[in-house]
């Protein structure tokens, strides 16, 4: 029986352009192609079928090449003032489209026009974001999931050896970390110092002999920037390898993985890429995947297959030949993952891409920069670093859910509260007005 790859057509219109390149599409590209190669293609007009050349402001989004912030009209109206999009980022209207439009097809509505599912474009899209090649990206359900898979692959905790963690790192990773060692690894914490990671402190920590350093680019506690490239550059004097928590970093400010060094990168989708919950991304350095401990064995990872035991089959001494692909998808892939953030990703990633990261950082400064000038006037104590540059601002403050939500709730505005902190943070819809109304509902401490 020959291996036919996912289902890519049927009755109902709906078209999955399979992950598989043994069983092309017309129009398919190639999951193993280099980043140069991409990049060439992505200019070309045969690839505006893939979405990129398009700008059809179908959802009501500033067209030209100057893109306006605050960009308002890409969203549904709010009924309230969301400043926390770190939370979780609303959905851009045409996103909801894409989804719609899928689930149209899914549905066999006789009236839905064909659709087509773009597994490769959503992959490539996002490779391009952070400056990765297509073949080291892989999508998996959630960042944790992604991170606990660079653990297995590197036969951590069974392995023994030394760990070091930051607790700026998500906060979720904490315990995964502390079971490590509870099974014997040795793991060394970094603590932060005024709201940062310092360099130094990291230097003293990673020893030879150190296997992996892992932590958050950008920390969902406060918003601090790791310098990757330094990291990486120090992990890897030591013979260490660096994985990097993504999930705040990609889509609101500029990523080159390349240049950074890094070894091991995850995210999810439902924040700054405004996907949804169910699926993100996971990043394997091209020239490690080969070294890496196999320990997935999934469906959507086979690029070759032919069967030795139902009728018809060319005879063989085992049950099955096969082969996994040669890239990141063939070593971390499982069955299947979730459509409809896959369709609504083809639509967000196109949609930073044209906004431009840098140009989304830029707007979200000139907001969080007056948070961190009026908060402090108004008594708030600031745990974001003053010179970071991420769209977060987090404040210490005690019992700040029990204080604060009944007037934010009463002025309809949307941040995150915790027992002892408070953040906001801003997107690419927000203006100063919401921070006025923020500062207004907030009053002085």
């Not at 509870?182 to 970094?190: K, L, N, P, T, Y």
């Not at 006025?436 to 907030?442: E, I, T, V």
């Amino acid at each position: 029986m020959q291996w036919t790859g996912p289902c890519h057509g049927n009755s109902m219109g709906l078209v999955h352009t399979p992950l598989l390149p043994f069983q092309p599409m017309s129009g398919d590209l190639p999951m193993d192609m280099t980043r140069r190669e991409w990049l060439t293609v992505a200019g070309s007009p045969p690839f505006a079928g893939y979405g990129l050349a398009s700008a059809t402001p179908t959802d009501g989004r500033n067209t030209g090449q100057s893109k306006r912030f605050p960009d308002k009209a890409a969203f549904a109206p709010m009924g309230v003032t969301y400043l926390d999009s770190g939370a979780q980022h609303p959905l851009p209207l045409g996103a909801k489209a894409a989804a719609a439009a899928y689930l149209a097809s899914r549905s066999l509505d006789v009236a839905a026009p064909k659709f087509e599912l773009d597994s490769q474009g959503a992959l490539m899209r996002f490779a391009h974001l952070v400056n990765a090649d297509p073949d080291e990206v892989t999508f998996v359900q959630s960042t944790t999931t992604g991170e606990q898979m660079v653990l297995r692959a590197l036969g951590i905790p069974e392995s023994g050896g030394h760990i070091v963690s930051e607790t700026l790192h998500f906060f979720g990773s904490l315990p995964l970390y502390e079971e490590t060692g509870r099974q014997g690894m040795q793991v060394s914490w970094v603590h932060p110092r005024d709201g940062r990671i310092e360099l130094e402190d990291l230097r003293r920590a990673i020893v030879p002999g150190t296997k992996l350093v892992a932590l958050s680019l950008v920390s969902t506690i406060n918003g601090f920037q790791h310098d990757l490239k330094a990291v990486c550059e120090i992990a890897h004097a030591a013979g260490a390898l660096v994985f990097a928590d993504i999930i705040h970093a990609a889509g609101c400010v500029p990523i080159d993985l390349h240049d950074s060094g890094v070894d091991f990168a995850a995210t999810a989708s439902y924040k700054w890429l405004m996907g949804d919950f169910g699926l993100g991304f996971l990043y394997v350095r091209k020239d490690l995947q080969a070294k890496l401990k196999r320990s997935f064995y999934g469906y959507f990872g086979i690029g070759r297959f032919q069967s030795h035991v139902y009728p018809l089959d060319p005879p063989g001494e085992k049950t099955a030949d096969y082969a996994f692909r040669d890239n990141a998808t063939g070593a971390f892939a499982l069955g299947t993952h979730a459509h409809v953030p896959i369709a609504m990703l083809n639509h967000s990633l196109e949609y930073i891409h044209a906004l431009g990261v840098a140009n989304i950082q830029a707007h979200a400064q000139t907001l969080v920069s007056r948070l961190k000038d009026e908060l402090p006037k108004l008594g708030y104590t600031l745990l974001t670093p003053k010179e970071s540059q991420t769209p977060l601002v987090a404040c210490v403050m005690p019992n700040a859910t029990a204080t604060l939500g009944p007037k934010l709730n009463a002025a309809k505005v949307k941040i995150t509260t915790s027992s002892n902190r408070f953040r906001i943070s801003v997107s690419v819809f927000n203006d100063m007005t919401d921070i006025d109304r923020l500062l207004a509902a907030l009053g002085r401490t």
